[in-house]
């Protein structure tokens, strides 16, 4: 049997090197058809432009400018322009990533996205995205043992998002299997000098955005003032945040800027709670039981400081950031005599600096890119547990401390081997400690006080071939590892007299082989990547019936692949309008993604070669959409997860598959008065937008894991800008 199942995983690999190979030959194809055999294109020496535009950031650099990556990275990467988020809804991440090939993001309440998965990394962590390095204009955003808040940044000051998938993020000093998004803000370059945005529909939504911008000589600014609130689709799902956000920068000279950020951040907010699968399929606006009784909630404030400075000439680019945050938070959850974790309150302080340099010069001839880099980072953060007593703080369950530290120091080297085929190699080493002192003594557990020190290193090599500027093959192999956070190591047991324990672990391993290739040839534009993880001691949350985390576990063994594509064609041009005439055409475009999540445990003493539950595993996100350039667009949209997936390790109970159908229509021109409609979920299906995979559901078959997702739902806005 030992020997079929490898076959079989062998026959599942080989078929996705065969996919892949399928759309390589067919741009290659594609390129040479362009050019007749007998007369080669002449070979053009690369020519490097120093220097940058008066009208551009240096510190926070334009989508173009962002795209030329494309050459220098051999592997998933993905540009997100917030324009594109701003025909509908501009609420939340899912509104700006939506439509990233192997980008997965999920909402426990409508709100905001919880959890994020890019090629299975911390999807099933608790309600933090964890796996994932988030950034703002390249400086983390990301507490310093891993976890990540999302909604801590107002997305309206975001110009565009660029998405790394796994080692491709090495520059940014992500050391995780998932990679890295980084967030490029608006500045006095960019902004319109005033804007109002107005949006609301559905579940009370309404929210309403003020921001400006400009250039003062030397300087630049932009301020933005948001508030958001919503009623919620659940019972119990009500929520209110305001956000505050500015830079400004200092131009010394054309080489030379300086840049200072600060955010302010106020959230409070309901939580429904999971339910049932039969809960959610009879009425999935019902909130949990335990969730109206002891009034689940989450509130924090959030201060944030940040500089950057960045240095452009002559082939050499250097950045060096610093930031401080101080988070203070109380998250109201479930309390029993057997689960004591109740009101948990915490403040913490986060630190971090971030220095980069790269050169752009000639080695034995040839073109050579290289980059090193480190970026330290350190987290104090103060805990303390009360009983939830109807929602108001008991006595004192657990009181700790806990010290986390991340530093990885990097390098890399690309090398052109002749002016379109070059050869990226790269290693990371990483130093990380997870300390925790146990202030409360008196559970049954004792002290639980435990320092743990991480070493690590991460190898990678990635060959790019380029077609031209456009249109490039690539492959890589790479490693990641990450080691675990205080939420994998330290949560209350389940059981009588239940306390705080912390159970030592080790860091998740992964050694990956992507291929893949981008590009554009006439009306096609697309993406596409294969990859294949070996793990070791994948980090995989627990949860208790109740969709409680009592804590993670190293699996000795499993594996992750995949498929992410993407596919842009532009059907037709000039349907209505002929651009040569009335100098506004037209034009209909389809927009496609598909991701393949193929996620199994190997050969694992308790569950075999299971799917890892928790994850869509077939996810299809379509769009087709007429746009004029005057502004005026309008077109359907489609979401599909194609198939159940399971939501525990034993593959006994499923969430169902979907279609979710939405629509937009808009006039949106380049300046002055915009508005938009956009409905979503039109056939009102009834669905999991998020769940807790449990161990196995036959051990609780009334286990409250699925958090529904939002029914029919109607959205409307206005905005000006001058």
């Not at 082939?315 to 009101?343: K, V």
């Not at 390098?411 to 790269?426: A, I, M, P, R």
């Not at 380029?466 to 939420?487: A, L, V, Y």
Request: proline share 4%; aromatic share 12%.
């Amino acid at each position: 049997m030992a020997i079929s199942k490898n076959t079989d995983r062998g026959k599942r690999w080989n078929k996705l090197i065969l996919v892949a190979a399928i759309p390589l030959l067919v741009t290659g194809a594609l390129r040479s058809a362009d050019v007749p055999l007998a007369s080669p294109p002449e070979t053009l020496s690369r020519v490097i432009v120093t220097g940058q535009s008066e009208s551009e950031s240096l510190t926070s650099p334009s989508a173009e400018k962002a795209a030329e990556q494309k050459n220098e990275v051999p592997g998933g990467f993905t540009l997100r322009n917030a324009e594109e988020m701003e025909r509908g809804r501009a609420s939340n991440f899912e509104d700006l990533l939506k439509r990233t090939p192997g980008l997965f993001l999920q909402t426990e309440n409508g709100a905001e996205v919880t959890k994020v998965s890019i090629r299975g990394s911390g999807i099933l962590s608790e309600d933090e995205p964890l796996g994932v390095q988030f950034m703002l204009d390249g400086l983390t955003l990301n507490q310093g043992d891993g976890e990540a808040i999302l909604e801590d940044f107002d997305l309206a000051t975001v110009k565009y998002a660029e998405v790394f998938r796994g080692a491709n993020a090495f520059k940014y000093g992500s050391i995780t299997l998932g990679g890295a998004i980084n967030l490029v803000t608006m500045t006095g370059y960019d902004a319109d000098p005033f804007r109002v945005r107005l949006e609301g529909g559905s579940y009370g939504y309404f929210r309403s955005q003020v921001s400006f911008g400009g250039v003062a000589g030397s300087f630049d600014y932009v301020g933005s003032v948001m508030d958001r609130y919503r009623d919620g689709f659940r019972e119990h799902s009500t929520e209110n945040t305001e956000r505050i956000f500015g830079d400004v920068g200092y131009k010394f000279n054309e080489h030379l800027e300086n840049r200072f950020y600060v955010t302010l951040d106020r959230v409070d907010r309901q939580l429904p709670g999971g339910l049932t699968k039969q809960e959610l399929n009879d009425d999935p606006q019902q909130a949990n039981e335990d969730a109206v009784a002891e009034d689940f909630n989450k509130k924090w404030t959030l201060l944030r400081l940040a500089d950057k400075i960045s240095y452009r000439s002559d082939g050499y680019e250097f950045d060096a950031g610093l930031f401080w945050f101080h988070r203070n938070m109380e998250e109201r959850g479930f309390f029993s005599p057997d689960f004591r974790q109740g009101i948990t309150a915490f403040y913490s302080d986060n630190y971090g600096v971030s220095l980069n340099f790269v050169t752009h010069d000639e080695l034995f001839g040839r073109q050579n890119i290289f980059t090193v880099g480190l970026s330290p980072q350190l987290e104090k953060e103060v805990t303390q547990n009360f009983e939830n007593l109807g929602g108001h703080r008991g006595q004192t369950t657990a009181l700790n401390t806990g010290i986390s530290i991340n530093a990885p120091l990097y390098v890399e080297n690309q090398h052109y081997l002749t002016d379109k085929f070059s050869v990226l190699t790269g290693m990371q080493a990483i130093y990380a400690q997870r300390h925790f002192e146990d202030h409360f003594l008196s559970d049954d557990d004792g002290d639980q006080s435990h320092e743990q020190n991480f070493y690590g290193w991460n190898p990678k090599a990635g060959l790019i071939y380029e077609f031209d500027k456009e249109n490039q093959i690539f492959t890589n192999f790479s490693g990641s590892w990450q080691p675990p956070s205080f939420d994998n190591m330290v949560e209350f047991e389940d059981g009588p007299n239940s306390s705080v324990v912390y159970t030592p672990l080790h860091p998740q391993r992964a050694r990956t082989l992507e291929i893949g290739t981008r590009g554009e040839h006439g009306r096609f534009e697309w993406e596409l990547s294969l990859y294949h993880s070996w793990l070791r001691n994948e980090l995989l949350e627990l949860n208790d019936a109740q969709g409680n985390d009592i804590g993670a576990v190293n699996v000795e063994r499993s594996y992750h692949q995949g498929i992410e594509a993407s596919l842009d064609i532009e059907l037709l041009k000039s349907v209505f309008l002929d651009k040569k005439k009335d100098g506004a055409g037209d034009r209909l475009t389809l927009s496609q993604t598909y991701t393949l999540n193929d996620f199994h445990f190997d050969a694992d003493p308790v569950f075999g070669d299971n799917r890892i539950g928790g994850l869509p595993i077939h996810l299809y996100e379509a769009e087709l959409l007429y746009v004029t350039e005057a502004g005026f667009y309008a077109g359907p949209n489609l979401q599909c997860n194609i198939t159940r997936y399971p939501v525990d390790q034993a593959n006994t109970l499923f969430a169902d598959s979907y279609a979710l159908i939405g629509f937009k229509i808009g006039y949106r021109p380049k300046k002055g008065f915009s508005i938009f409609f956009e409905a979503k979920n039109l056939t009102d299906q009834r669905f999991a937008s998020a769940v807790d995979p449990i161990a196995d559901a036959r051990t609780a078959s009334d286990a409250q894991i699925f958090h529904p997702g939002d029914g029919r739902a109607f959205y409307g806005g206005i905005s000006w800008s001058w």
